[in-house]
């Protein structure tokens, strides 16, 4: 069975670049979401409903359970198909992508959710300064935010401010089927994060009864400041599971 690796905002697949390249198993595949690095598919309005279904019919093509990993909006959103699709993952992963009806969207967020000022943002959105805010805000190095905000273009500006508007309310609509999932889970945790904080790692962690939260001593994208550590911990995780992998 595969391994398939998803991202969040404002990403693409080349976020998982430093952790595929210290996973040992070749079977790895990262996607890009629509309208992500990816075109969306007509009529795609950017919800996370759509996104769900999108991840949904996918693995379904795939053809048999996959070990399925995500970071951010990656988290939050293959989580929602282990508890809806369980017969489609084998096993989960996921970090920095809280799921909860007490989580407060950060200030950032709120922007984008709001249909005046994220559009204003979006469209006074200049690349320098906002890499230079993700680098300084996140403890990313500058180089590689530099290279995350050269990818969003407007489509991806368009499907974030979707994404955002349609999950207000997100926690309260998703935590209770948590419960549902089957999946062995790990959940792995940047502590610095101080938009998506430690405590709510922890309690994704009880409704996914997974066993531990890999704490990682970093920010929000633990896959560009501890990479290495990163695959540490999901293969361990894998290893852990009964069946071989490639």
Known sequence: MPAILIHGVPDTHHVWDGVRRQLTRADVEAWNLPGFGAPR???FTSTKEEYVDWLIDRLERVGEPVDLVGHDWGCILTARVASLRPDLVRTWAGGNGPVNAGYVWHPLAKIWQHPVEGDRFMSELEPDSFANDVAAGFDV???LAREMVSRVDEPMKDSVLGLYRS???MGEEWEP???RVTAPCLVFWGIRDPACQIEFGEKLAVSLRAPEVVRLDCNHWPLLQKPAAVAAAIETHWKSQAG???
């Open 41 to 43: 598919p007509q009529g």
């Open 141 to 143: 190095p500058v180089d």
């Open 167 to 169: 999950a207000v309310t």
């Open 177 to 179: 089927e948590l419960a």
């Open 244 to 246: 071989p992998v490639s």
